[in-house]
């Protein structure tokens, strides 16, 4: 019983040792063989627990190793470490536990605000719709400008990977340029547009969705100072103004939640938006000059934007228990 009780003293000052200093390895020499083997199958977190646990160190020892008694012949002891002449550590204990991954939950409905930038440029065709005249001329205008987004919309997650959604958003600024060709000149801006679409998007991490869109759109552009002449003849005051045309738009993004605020991400996205073509009807007239019958400007325009928004998510499950 004696040189069992040592043994196990001897096997619980080299484990000690082994976690506090290099140059206690020496000390195994002096164990058995069958001592020396089961310390060796310790990994070095193991072994460090299995000191801290002979120390007293309670906030290591809360996961302590597991220590198997029918290694050795001694009887079991109150402490976790001198049970007998040999220590085995069990291999599936974990030293640390590990921290839940945050949960992100892509079903529901958000509202989102956002800043941006865009350009548009628009093909302009004043002509006659009588047989009576000809094309009068042919330009392209464009412009560009910043641009706030604002918009709601909802989406569910119909497998681990795949979202869907549905959306509505109001672009409102100040997209401007100089419309100008022989005869006319003009200030042209879209001064809004608002959009209707869907999504469909791919999880590339719990975290991050990319996705694209598609939908309806309609924006207004107003023209403003603009006069038809003919120098060195004075302005005619042949003129137009605002004109809201009907389009579809196609985009792509990406979307990332925000793990320091639940419910919130952040999302970018490109999109493009091509406008029908439609005659814009040119008016008034002064010096007693007549517009020729159907005289309009024809237009299609078309705008690209690039965006930044914020994007809150409501949790529609927490409102349906």
């Known amino acids: 019983m004696l040189k069992q009780w040592v043994v196990s003293l001897a096997v619980a000052a080299v484990a000690t040792g082994l976690a506090a200093s290099a140059q206690a390895q020496s000390g195994i020499a002096a164990l058995s063989p069958a001592a020396q083997a089961e310390i060796q199958k310790l990994s070095p977190a193991q072994r460090a627990a299995l000191a801290h646990s ?25 402490s976790s470490v001198a049970q007998a002449g040999s220590v085995a550590a069990a291999p599936a204990v974990a030293m640390v536990p ?58 569910y997650q119909v497998a681990p990977r795949i979202v869907l959604g549905a959306f509505g958003d109001l672009d409102l600024g100040n997209l401007s340029g100089t419309f100008a ?30 996705y694209i869109d598609t939908g309806f759109t309609q924006a207004r552009f107003q023209l403003t100072d603009a006069n038809l002449a003919v120098p060195p003849a004075p302005p005619t005051g042949i003129h137009f103004g605002a004109y809201v045309a009907n389009g579809v738009f196609g985009g792509a993004g990406f979307e990332m939640a925000l793990d320091f605020l639940p419910g919130a991400f952040w999302r ?15 008016t008034g007239a002064s010096g007693g000059l007549v ?31």
């Open 54 to 78: 002979l120390l007293g160190d309670t906030a290591v020892s809360a996961h302590p190793v597991t220590i198997n008694p029918a290694a050795g012949t001694a009887p079991a002891r109150s």
């Open 98 to 155: 590990a921290s839940a991954a945050p949960a992100y939950d892509w079903n529901g409905c958000y509202a989102a605000a956002g800043v941006g930038a865009g350009m548009f440029n628009d093909e302009h065709h004043i002509e006659s719709l009588t047989a009576h005249a000809p094309i009068v001329t042919s330009s392209t205008s464009g412009g560009s400008g910043l641009l706030g987004r604002f918009g709601a919309g909802c989406d």
């Open 181 to 210: 060709e022989p005869g006319f000149t003009s200030r042209e801006t879209e001064q809004w547009a608002w959009s209707a679409g869907v999504r469909g998007g791919y999880l590339l991490w719990p975290q991050t969705l990319a």
């Open 268 to 282: 970018n996205e490109y999109r493009y938006a091509y406008y029908f073509g439609m005659n814009v009807p040119l």
């Open 291 to 321: 517009i020729p019958p159907g005289l309009v400007d024809k237009v299609q325009p078309s705008v690209q934007t690039i965006t930044t928004s914020f994007v809150y998510k409501l949790d529609w499950n927490r409102f349906l228990q």
